[in-house]
């Protein structure tokens, strides 16, 4: 009975820490975005995002030719991969909560491209939905491109519906975008 109840503290103490790690990395994330009180702030702490989550992914496909598709390695860096992509998204959401979408005017086109490309990146549908309607303003001002974000769009009916969406040819990439936001149900 006494090993059990070992067992069981040791097992809370490890779950209380590692709540209070998520937590306080959590609170690390609101203080850097709050932080950003200027645009050049902003524009570097953007492209440092699309920067790691490049990287990750060259990384990724580095190993894969090295060792291999089913090698420890490469297994490896997919969690690495997982983590980066992660903490990205909890940042770019503050981020987009606090100061909406970058613009290519004041923040560059690398920089404003980061929200779509992490949100992409984040394989949850809950999140394509909640991010929508930033990504939604940017490409209607043209802060994001046809391309991006049609391709946002794709990827999100393949995930809700587990087939790709097509339109009878030829069509124009903005009535790909309207069919797929009236299929995703996501206008106003």
């Given at each position: 009975m006494q090993r059990i109840l070992i067992s069981l503290l040791i097992l809370l103490?490890?779950?209380?820490?590692?709540?209070?790690?998520?937590?306080?990395?959590?609170?690390?994330?609101?203080?850097?975005?709050?932080?950003?009180?200027?645009?050049?702030?902003?524009?570097?702490?953007?492209?440092?995002?699309?920067?790691?989550?490049?990287?990750?992914?060259?990384?990724?496909?580095?190993?894969?030719?090295?060792?291999?598709?089913d090698s420890v390695e490469r297994k490896e860096a997919l969690k690495t991969m997982a983590n980066h992509d992660h903490k990205n998204f909890q940042r770019i959401e503050l981020y987009l909560q606090q100061y909406g979408h970058p613009t290519i005017a004041k923040h560059g086109d690398k920089a404003s491209r980061t929200p779509c490309l992490v949100i992409h990146h984040s394989g949850n549908i809950a999140s394509r939905e909640r991010n929508f309607e930033h990504l939604y303003k940017a490409y209607r001002s043209g802060d994001l491109s046809t391309g991006s974000f049609s391709f946002y769009l794709e990827r999100m009916h393949r995930m809700k519906f587990g087939n790709r969406f097509t339109l009878p040819n030829p069509y124009r990439e903005e009535q790909l975008i309207d069919s797929l936001i009236t299929r995703l149900d996501l206008s106003d």
């Open positions: 103490v490890f779950v209380s820490g590692c709540h209070q790690k998520k937590v306080d990395l959590e609170e690390d994330f609101v203080k850097e975005v709050n932080s950003l009180s200027t645009n050049d702030l902003q524009k570097e702490f953007l492209e440092k995002i699309y920067n790691v989550d490049q990287e990750s992914r060259k990384t990724l496909m580095d190993i894969e030719l090295k060792y291999g598709y």
